[in-house]
């Protein structure tokens, strides 16, 4: 039998609780399936832990994971410790030395979920963007000198390569090729920033002499916000720079009916590192304890998860789980207008499982 190591690192806020949930799902799917298992190793790394240390995961911190399958991580944020150290001190700690510099972001309307453009031009919107999750905006290059002085002066430096917008887009456009549509938008703010995104339009130009199967169009950011709100129908695979497809996610989660929902991938392509996968809701403690953290986005990145190691009938399973929950209003957690707590939508996603018949 089959044992796949995994890392979970539930990190801050509901990150402990919906992690949690994910593992008894994962734990739920493999008793189910039969043929492999689990073993999963738990760290307590984040803002408890930087209280305690003085910062969010040890010094050796990666090396302790570096042998995983893959990493089920929660959400790095905490109210007492500034939003930089702790998303620099653990999730971006891990992301960019393990080289995942491709975040993938699914967004579908699921059964049951009411959202702003359900049933626009008569299609449900079914994308993925695909982050830059490397370099450009969040290259940490940059400085602050005369600290609190009049003359101050702070730079954020985008730092983008050929052999990173490369590869980005590469992937980008075989994920476009594996998909129904074959259908691939670019986005890029070339008109104002006329080096390093111009430099990407060109390369997006060579690269997509490499799939003449693959329909390609670009665009401005700016109107692709719009874009995604008027035309979704038209939309199908998005890649773009780590600060532009960072926003644009978070908008494609909000429409598909809550930022609760939604998964992502730091997928490292070749395989030398661990890939991790997270909801993208944030850690979240205004509801912190409450129960009602919606468990959803975390199954749906264990669906990213089983994927990328080499599941895919127990990701399907799961996903059909989802799917059949999600169609059940009564376990729609608060973010979608319900009433069900954390543990109701994680028992009735196992019980789905469990009682399926494939």
């Given at each position: 039998?089959?044992?796949?190591?995994?890392?979970?690192?539930?990190?801050?806020?509901?990150?402990?609780?919906?992690?949690?949930?994910?593992?008894?799902?994962?734990?739920?799917?493999?008793?189910?399936d039969g043929s492999f298992t689990f073993h999963v190793d738990h760290f307590d790394w984040g803002g408890d832990y930087y209280q305690r240390h003085g910062r969010m995961?040890?010094?050796?911190?990666?090396?302790?994971?570096?042998?995983?399958?893959?990493?089920?991580?929660?959400?790095?944020?905490?109210?007492?410790?500034?939003?930089?150290?702790?998303?620099?001190?653990?999730?971006?700690?891990?992301?960019?030395?393990?080289?995942?510099?491709?975040?993938?972001?699914?967004?579908?309307?699921?059964?049951?979920?009411?959202?702003?453009?359900?049933?626009?031009?008569?299609?449900?919107?079914?994308?993925?963007?695909?982050?830059?999750?490397?370099?450009?905006?969040?290259?940490?290059?940059?400085?602050?000198?005369?600290?609190?002085?009049?003359?101050?002066?702070?730079?954020?430096?985008?730092?983008?390569?050929?052999?990173?917008?490369?590869?980005?887009?590469?992937?980008?456009?075989?994920?476009?090729?594996?998909?129904?549509?074959?259908?691939?938008?670019?986005?890029?703010?070339?008109?104002?920033?006329?080096?390093?995104?111009?430099?990407?339009?060109?390369?997006?130009?060579?690269?997509?002499?490499?799939?003449?199967?693959?329909?390609?169009?670009?665009?401005?950011?700016?109107?692709?916000?719009?874009?995604?709100?008027?035309?979704?129908?038209?939309?199908?695979?998005?890649?773009?720079?780590?600060?532009?497809?960072?926003?644009?996610?978070?908008?494609?989660?909000?429409?598909?009916?809550?930022?609760?929902?939604?998964?992502?991938?730091?997928?490292?392509?070749?395989?030398?590192?661990?890939?991790?996968?997270e909801p993208i809701h944030g850690s979240a403690f205004d509801i912190m304890g409450k129960g009602i953290a919606n468990p959803?986005?975390?199954?749906?990145?264990?669906?990213?998860?089983?994927?990328?190691?080499?599941?895919?009938?127990?990701?399907?399973?799961?996903?059909?789980?989802?799917?059949?929950?999600?169609?059940?209003?009564?376990?729609?957690?608060?973010?979608?207008?319900?009433?069900?707590?954390?543990?109701?939508?994680?028992?009735?996603?196992?019980?789905?499982?469990?009682?399926?018949?494939?």
């Amino acid at each position: 039998m089959k044992t796949y190591k995994i890392a979970a690192i539930p990190g801050d806020g509901i990150g402990t609780e919906v992690i949690s949930a994910g593992v008894d799902v994962l734990h739920a799917l493999a008793a189910r399936d039969g043929s492999f298992t689990f073993h999963v190793d738990h760290f307590d790394w984040g803002g408890d832990y930087y209280q305690r240390h003085g910062r969010m995961m040890p010094e050796d911190g990666r090396a302790q994971i570096r042998h995983h399958d893959a990493i089920l991580f929660g959400s790095a944020g905490h109210p007492d410790i500034p939003d930089h150290v702790t998303l620099w001190g653990l999730r971006l700690a891990i992301c960019q030395p393990f080289d995942q510099y491709a975040n993938v972001r699914p967004t579908r309307i699921l059964p049951g979920i009411t959202s702003p453009l359900r049933n626009v031009a008569g299609k449900e919107l079914d994308w993925v963007i695909v982050r830059e999750n490397s370099e450009g905006e969040y290259s940490g290059v940059g400085g602050r000198v005369h600290q609190g002085l009049p003359i101050e002066v702070a730079t954020d430096v985008s730092v983008m390569t050929r052999a990173g917008v490369q590869r980005i887009l590469r992937y980008a456009f075989k994920l476009a090729r594996s998909r129904p549509r074959k259908l691939l938008t670019v986005v890029t703010k070339s008109n104002a920033q006329r080096h390093a995104m111009v430099m990407w339009d060109e390369i997006a130009a060579e690269v997509a002499a490499e799939f003449p199967d693959v329909a390609w169009d670009k665009m401005l950011v700016v109107a692709m916000t719009l874009r995604m709100v008027i035309k979704p129908e038209t939309i199908d695979t998005v890649v773009a720079t780590n600060l532009h497809a960072d926003i644009l996610s978070d908008l494609a989660a909000a429409l598909a009916g809550s930022l609760g929902i939604a998964p992502t991938g730091n997928i490292n392509p070749e395989g030398e590192f661990p890939s991790m996968f997270e909801p993208i809701h944030g850690s979240a403690f205004d509801i912190m304890g409450k129960g009602i953290a919606n468990p959803v986005g975390t199954f749906w990145s264990a669906v990213m998860l089983l994927e990328h190691i080499g599941e895919p009938a127990a990701a399907s399973r799961l996903m059909r789980a989802i799917e059949q929950v999600t169609a059940d209003r009564r376990f729609h957690t608060p973010d979608l207008g319900g009433q069900a707590r954390t543990a109701d939508v994680t028992a009735a996603v196992i019980a789905a499982i469990q009682g399926s018949n494939d």
